[in-house]
């Protein structure tokens, strides 16, 4: 059996998401953390870590990006520019 | 640092909308994630580039975790030992990135010890004193930043992501080499002398760490086209022999090279010619250490495996506890 493969996330400073560095193989959570620990944060980059197993990630498939993301393109009545100020009343 | 596969010639160029539209992307200086659309030409040479990259990382700890024993302080030896889990980390980096282009690590691992991949020339040259550990972190890492920088901007996302990583850890590895070679240098006149042998028996090999001359090799001309690759080899080296050699000499070192002049109209460093036949026939695995490294590579995969069994043997006993 190979042994199973884990995604890594890093919080580098409290108040930041955790963020993916990339992966560790290890065969369950407690060596994975161990793992993660010596290969990504040998110089102080982390407060906490993570380790997901990477099958449990579902990902949105590249080819449907357009389905997925274009429709917000058009609407552009989402974003504060799209509405008219008018100078005197300042900053809203 | 490692890049040798970079000369392996990719001839599959695709015409397809796809192909084109990729290319585009390319050109537009677009990232390439995993899952997006690729040739399997791209992928291919991206897989073949960054394993070799990875193989040569972990066998870049054999020659220097031959002196953790016997560094001469424990000052150099805690540096020598946090460098070595460096290279190791490097390689897991690597590894990491090549799995996302859909080989496993097993099939990695298995081509590295069967012999099948490739790693870089240099690493099977032997350390045969201490002023080699010295040279290593000077010359090696100093060639392979120089071969790295670059590779950050890669158009492959996580091979680029993972290049940030290791360039922002190899300059440690580089200045503490340097100094070692300084400290010799300033020693007693053994010392000094242990440090001009190690530079006159790794300065040629470091050189053909860049790969075959360009002349030679039109073999990169996809890698440029993909931007895996943005200097040429001839490029990449005369820019390592311009910023080394006014190093050497503040050493008060010689290299040993008898053409070796500075150019006072262009401001490069001229070297004289390098013997392509030694860098081929090491590269085919005749070099000095190449059957050692390979042998104490298999030797700890093997000693390692009831390690590995154990974990996954009590990893199944505590699920099915659960």
Redesign the interface.
């Known amino acids: 059996?190979?042994?199973p493969?884990w995604e890594v996330f890093v919080r580098a400073r409290n108040g930041l998401a955790h963020k993916h560095?990339?992966?560790?193989?290890?065969?369950?959570a407690t060596?994975a953390l161990q793992a993660a620990r010596?290969?990504y944060t040998?110089?102080g980059e982390a407060l906490s870590l993570w380790v997901v197993p990477s099958h449990a990630i579902v990902?949105s498939?590249?080819?449907d990006r357009e389905s997925l993301f274009e429709p917000t393109g058009s609407k552009i009545y989402r974003h504060p520019t799209f509405y008219e100020v008018p100078d005197e009343v300042g900053h809203m | 640092m490692y890049t040798q596969a970079l000369n392996t010639r990719e001839t599959t160029t695709e015409s397809s909308p796809d192909a084109d539209r990729f290319q585009a992307r390319i050109d537009a200086e677009e990232r390439i994630e995993p899952n997006d659309w690729m040739p399997d030409a791209y992928r291919r040479s991206l897989v073949r580039q960054i394993s070799q990259h990875a193989h040569s990382e972990v066998i870049g700890m054999l020659p220097e975790g031959n002196w953790i024993t016997r560094a001469p302080s424990l000052r150099r030896k805690a540096a020598l030992l946090a460098k070595v889990q460096d290279e190791g980390g490097h390689g897991l980096y690597l590894y990491s990135a090549a799995e996302t282009l859909g080989v496993t690590r097993e099939e990695l691992q298995d081509q590295l010890l069967t012999g099948r991949a490739r790693y870089s020339s240099i690493f099977n040259y032997p350390t045969l004193t201490w002023a080699d550990i010295g040279t290593i972190g000077w010359l090696v890492d100093g060639a392979a930043i120089m071969n790295q920088i670059p590779l950050c901007r890669c158009s492959y996302g996580p091979y680029a992501r993972a290049m940030i990583r290791v360039c922002r850890e190899e300059s440690f590895h580089q200045r503490q080499g340097f100094e070692i070679v300084l400290t010799l240098c300033r020693g007693t006149p053994e010392q000094k002398a242990m440090a001009q042998d190690a530079l006159n028996r790794w300065w040629w090999p470091c050189l053909t760490m860049f790969g075959p001359p360009d002349t030679d090799s039109q073999h990169s001309d996809t890698s440029m086209q993909w931007k895996i690759k943005r200097f040429t080899n001839d490029a990449l080296r005369q820019k390592f022999v311009d910023a080394t050699v006014p190093q050497g000499h503040f050493l008060g070192l010689t290299f040993p090279d008898p053409d070796l002049h500075l150019d006072e109209a262009t401001g490069h460093w001229q070297f004289g010619a390098i013997d392509w036949a030694e860098f081929r026939a090491v590269l085919a695995g005749n070099g000095p250490c190449n059957r050692e490294r390979l042998e104490a590579r298999r030797k700890a995969h093997d000693e390692g495996a009831w390690v590995r069994d154990a974990a996954l043997a009590y990893a199944a006993k505590q699920r099915n506890a659960a």
Not at chain 1, 21 to 28: E, L, P
């Open positions: 059996m190979n042994t493969l560095v990339g992966s560790v193989h290890a065969a369950d060596m010596d290969v040998r110089r990902a498939d590249p080819a």
